[in-house]
Nanobody, 119 residues
Framework: QVQLVESGGGLVQAGDSLRLSCAASGRTISNYFMGWFRQAPGKEREFVAAINRSGAYTSYSDSVKGRFTISRDNAKNTVNLQMNSLKPEDTAVYYC????????????WGQGTQVTVSS
């Protein structure tokens, strides 16, 4: 079992930056693919970014590519999401997720952290 706790959300203005952090416990995340999803009010949950176990490969949704950067520190059991040039449409609850190698879906989810971007 992996427990994930997000932090770093808040209220910012358009164009600002935020850094979300995800602290994992229970097991080392070095064995898991990690990622971030988000869900805006009235909208479906959507993929934001993912990173492989070593951190060598990352992927992003088209809506955040070039503005967001996902990273991980396996020694500290943490995953981060650096968000730059934030837009009002980035407003959502952001969730940290973990996936076992053999899984077809993300197995573990955090409780989420709210990010609000004002125009």
């Amino acid at each position: 079992q992996v427990q994930l706790v997000e932090s770093g959300g808040g209220l910012v203005q358009a164009g600002d930056s935020l850094r979300l952090s995800c602290a994992a416990s229970g097991r080392t995340i070095s064995n898991y693919f990690m990622g971030w999803f988000r869900q805006a009010p009235g909208k479906e949950r959507e993929f934001v970014a993912a990173i492989n176990r070593s951190g060598a490969y990352t992927s992003y949704s088209d809506s955040v590519k070039g503005r967001f950067t996902i990273s991980r520190d396996n020694a500290k059991n943490t995953v981060n999401l650096q968000m730059n040039s934030l837009k009002p449409e980035d407003t959502a609850v952001y969730y940290c997720v973990a996936k076992r190698v053999e899984s077809s879906k993300y197995d573990y989810w955090g409780q989420g952290t709210q990010v609000t971007v004002s125009s």
